[in-house]
């Protein structure tokens, strides 16, 4: 009979902490605060602070706004797609059904294609913009730039 008692209390406790862990992300969802892997609750706001961190420290020219402006745009754009990206996927994870494999699959498959997309048209661009860079801002763009897809400038 204590045997069964041992096990009903560990179940009791085991439950409590998962509730108690899905309320704290519960709440990091809703107050904006990040979710997994260190990524910013807001991507827009992210990309906008890295972008203008990196356009002080290239020191873009007036002759060179319109290859940074298009490179800019890009990047914002990436990152409005994927803040929409993760808010869907969030209101699919608060209902209760849960997509097939088949569904999951073709998700990923949809995904990958629309990042080998963006990836094309993002090497154009930052081609462009390195084109019309000093020697000296080149030398920043080689460390900062093109970063595993994901412009992980210092912020």
């Given amino acids: 009979m204590k045997s069964w008692k041992r096990i009903a209390v560990g179940l009791a406790t085991v439950a409590a902490l998962g509730a108690g862990a899905a309320a704290v992300q519960a709440n990091d969802a809703s107050t904006g605060a990040s979710y997994g892997r260190g990524h910013s609750a807001d991507p827009v706001a992210a990309a906008d602070k890295r972008l203008t961190r990196l356009k002080a420290d290239l020191k873009i020219t007036s002759a060179q706004e319109s290859a940074w402006n298009a490179y800019a745009g890009q990047i ?23 997509p097939s494999a088949p569904e999951r699959v073709e998700r990923q498959a949809q995904f990958a294609k629309q990042q080998g997309e963006y990836l094309e048209r993002l ?7 390195y084109a019309v860079l000093t020697p000296e801002q080149k030398t920043l763009a080689d460390q900062r730039l093109g970063r595993g897809g994901r412009h992980h400038h210092r912020a």
Avoid: I, P, V, Y
């Fill in 123 to 129: 090497a154009g661009l930052t081609k462009d913009l």
């Fill in 76 to 98: 914002r754009q990436r990152a409005g797609e994927m803040q929409a990206l993760h808010n869907q996927m969030r209101e699919r994870a608060s209902g209760n059904t849960r």
